[in-house]
């Protein structure tokens, strides 16, 4: 699904969604040269695996926070975690390296990630800034209205304390 596809299903799903264009962005530090709207609302997104690479893991959190692989592991009870490649990223997600976000679940035919949101990203104003598939736009949406649409499409979604 790319970005005029995602739009597409935003609209017909009638969600409320506002677009920012930008330059191609590889990571959170290309935003802060960029005028963004809702800048406390920006996810910052991770797509890690577990060293089996059975199990695949999407985690966004308030784009300001680190994520301590290792306690994110003791806190899921998962096995040890690292990055997952490129090609891990293209074949699941059809995503490339910049561009990763939780709408790239729509994606993911076998719904075999699991989805790991940041609860702050559901606190007011409740919206988040993802790319839509594409790393030179960002869409921003409500946080609820993104959960649904990936519980919709058959993902597993979790809210936790990032």
């Known amino acids: 699904m790319n970005k005029h596809e995602v739009y597409a299903l935003l609209k017909e799903r009638d969600f409320w969604f506002e677009v920012t264009e930008h330059e191609a962005v590889y990571d959170m530090d290309a935003l802060t040269n960029i005028q963004m709207p809702y800048p406390d609302s920006q996810a910052k997104n991770l797509f890690i695996r577990d060293d089996k690479k059975r199990n695949f893991y999407l985690v966004s959190v308030q784009g300001d926070k680190r994520v301590d692989l290792k306690a994110f592991q003791e806190q899921h009870g998962t096995r040890h975690l690292s990055f997952a490649s490129e090609k891990y990223l293209h074949n699941i997600l059809n995503l490339t390296p910049g561009a990763v976000t939780p709408l790239g679940l729509l994606n993911d035919a076998d719904c075999t990630v699991q989805f790991f949101l940041d609860e702050d990203l559901l606190a007011e104003p409740g919206v988040i800034g993802v790319h839509p598939n594409d790393n030179t736009a960002t869409v921003w949406m409500k946080t ?19």
């Open 144 to 162: 609820a209205d993104l959960i649904e649409l990936i519980e919709d499409h058959g993902n597993a979604v979790t809210v936790f304390a990032a």
